[in-house]
């Protein structure tokens, strides 16, 4: 063949190919547009068949491949979407959009990093592209960035003010930042432009539950789920309300919902073990955490919750294996920190003691866990003998921790304590009293034990739990729940009141006792509530537990309470406290004389077995060598002591004090 005919046949051939990508290009574009015209539509399953028909032509084509990533994403394939918008991301480097959507997806995979890079370079090709801003705000609150992705966030607002996304990721920042009341607002924001957006009803729930209005909550969850009667999120905001409300039935059956609708749904499985854990059902709730870790091994919550079930268990070496588990997962888990220290003490190593410390050094470490690392990090300072450096260690985790409960409205008021005081002790007189006893139950079981925290009680508990012929129930706040915040309406309380309320505490916890002759109810502030107790039972057994002040009030100083005590975060406020219980506990023992058995801490730590003895007696319980094994009993502990119950009495606590006296302030004067 000529060079001639060769150059004629090449120009031929290249026509035909021009043509044919030509008609490609068209079959290309005309498939994209039917994909986004269907997406547009809301019909994901024709917009899927006409974008993978365009991949077929065209493998990954970046248009194509974003397209699908946003086709997967909108029907719950999270890990495609990823695939497929890394795909479209490497083969265009110039789309803003494609960069932009990543963000969006790495942000939803929890990968925030990639999904910073991916936003950041979008914001570069496209400065004015709100969604760009909006998921570079969430990729940075996800790296605990708080105040940078605010003013990511906002740029995004400041961009589009009607970008219902970016209001979310705002509200979602502020719950995450403590702000319960501006998250509400910017969740307002949000439902004002989409009020048919379950998701952001679900999220205003979660907020206006952290925010303390629990009705309001619970409305917007079931809005939620009105909306969308499968949005997992709703159902376990709604579960966590009635948690609160304290509805456990309820609360569960919500939480299994939120996992029956969206499988692998962790948060939801963690709430419902959390949830079987607090009803005391221990087997189940270990089984649950179990099964989260199976699926998510790297989930540090799990195994939290895994060492607080069996640590309530008396499985103590368990525990510690679950506890060194999360934090080989997430160093800075202030929790498992926080128990590691109690369970090991001076045997925290010092290779333990020196992560403690660069963690704390990571500004970005959430507060909650800054104070549990904080804590731990004095308790075993304490047990080391490094006293100076563990007070301080406790001072900055009380300081933190009564910044966070003062950011939830929750602050001890030391005049409003001293009223609620004075008003008791003005209105329960012995005249009062006599009156209401009309009304009580004759039964004998209850044992009420009661005193400041920290004073002992629950060692008294145990000691009486571990009777073959007793119970112990533990912090019931029965008493409270029955009767209202005390005493709010005393003066009108009549018989019939009276009545009402014992019979509610007993059927309450009727499946708790059994057929126990004695069930101790352990909550320690109920001294405020002993008039009326001992109103409502009155052959009911009254315990009063006493420590040495100055132990007693550094004892709560260097506990970072599960359940919020303002008043124990100053030396000031536990000093005020203390005088205020010594204060009502004068009156009662003038009322109710030797009904009111004393028991002091350091009396059973000096003679565990006469003091013992004398409490069983005082129960009309024969003896019972069991007694002195309390720590072997397997009753379930769920409060601050369970490390210290789970071993026989040590004198280790008694005038603990002395190490710190140089520092001990107000409670030098008690």
Partial sequence: MSRRDRRRDEKLEGQARSAEQRQLDARLVGLLDKARAALDAGDTMTAEVEVRAALRDVPDHPQASHLLAVVCYHTGRLDDAGDHIVTAALGDDDDAAIHADCGVIMTLMGRPQEAEAASRHAIELDDSLAVAHSSLGAALAAQQRGDEALEALQAALDRDPDLVEAWVHRGNLEVQEGRAVEAVEAYAEAASREPDNAIVRANMGVALRLAGDLEAAEEQCRIALELDPDCAEAHNGLGQVLREMEEPAAAMEAFRRAIAVREGFIMAQANLAGMLFK???????????????????????????????????????????????????????????????????????????????????????????????????????????????????????????????????????????????????????????????????????????????????????????????????????????????????????????????????????????????????????????????????????????????????????????????????????????????????????????????????????????????????????????????????????LTASNWQVRKPIYTGAVERWRAHEDRLGPLAKL
């Fill in 279 to 637: 009803i005391g059902d221990l087997a189940a709730a270990e089984a649950e955490y179990r099964a989260i870790i199976e699926t998510h091994e790297v989930f540090a919550g799990a195994h939290v919750g895994l060492g607080v079930v069996l640590l309530a268990a008396g499985r103590l070496d368990d525990a510690v294996v679950a506890f060194r588990d999360a934090v080989a997962h997430q160093p800075g888990n202030g929790e498992a920190w926080a128990n590691l220290a109690a369970a090991l003490g001076a045997e925290l190593s010092d290779a333990d003691l020196d992560l403690i410390e660069r963690t704390l050094e990571d500004q970005r470490i959430p507060a909650a866990d800054r104070i549990g690392l904080n804590f731990a990090q004095g308790e075993a300072l304490e047990r080391k003998g490094r006293h100076a450096e563990a007070f301080e260690a406790f001072r900055v985790g009380n300081d933190l921790k009564r910044d966070e409960m003062a950011t939830d409205g929750l602050t001890f008021d030391r005049e409003a304590f001293d009223e609620r005081v004075s008003e008791i002790i003005s209105s329960f007189d012995a005249s009062f009293i006599e009156r209401l006893k009309q009304g009580g139950r004759g039964d004998a079981r209850p044992v009420f034990i009661v005193g400041m925290p920290r004073s002992g009680t629950t060692l008294v508990e145990q000691i009486i739990a571990s009777h073959p012929e007793a119970v112990g129930l533990g912090e019931t706040n029965g008493i409270g729940f029955q009767v209202g915040f005390f005493p709010e309406g005393a003066d009108d309380y009549t018989a019939d009141d009276v009545t009402g309320f014992a019979d509610g505490y007993l059927t309450d916890l009727e499946d708790r006792i059994g057929d126990a002759k004695r069930f101790a109810d352990k909550t320690p502030f109920d001294f405020l509530m002993l008039g009326m107790i001992h109103s409502m039972f009155p052959n009911a057994t009254l315990i009063h537990c006493t420590r040495d002040a100055r132990d007693m009030g550094l004892s709560a100083f260097f506990q970072d309470f599960s359940v919020p005590h303002p008043w124990a975060t100053t030396l000031e406020d536990i000093a005020h406290t203390i005088r205020a219980h010594n204060r009502i506990m004068e009156h009662w023992r003038g009322l109710l004389g030797g009904r009111l058995l004393q028991i002091a801490y350091e009396h059973v730590v000096a003679d565990q077995e006469r003091q013992s003895r004398r409490l069983i007696e005082h129960l009309g319980l024969d003896w019972n060598a069991a007694c002195l094994d309390f720590h072997r009993n397997g009753q379930t502990v």
